[in-house]
């Protein structure tokens, strides 16, 4: 849920569930675009289902914001 006095999103959360759970859960298309009105410098935390977390900055994501 986002409130309308924030003007920033500062963090993100991805779950999701994967069939070898060797690679992490990241945003996708729409999120992306969703996350990157709100602070496109943030970093995207990311885990497999093993604890291993990967970080990464969403304009890395975002093939062309």
Request: neutral net charge; proline residues 8%; contains cysteine.
């Amino acid at each position: 849920m986002l409130v309308m006095q924030y003007t920033e999103l500062i963090d993100t959360a991805s779950a999701g569930r994967l069939t070898s759970g060797k690679k992490p859960t990241i945003p996708r298309g729409a999120c992306r675009q969703v996350l990157a009105e709100f602070n496109p410098n943030m970093k995207i935390p990311a885990a497999t289902i093993d604890g291993k977390v990967q970080e990464f900055d969403l304009a890395e994501l975002l093939a062309f914001p």
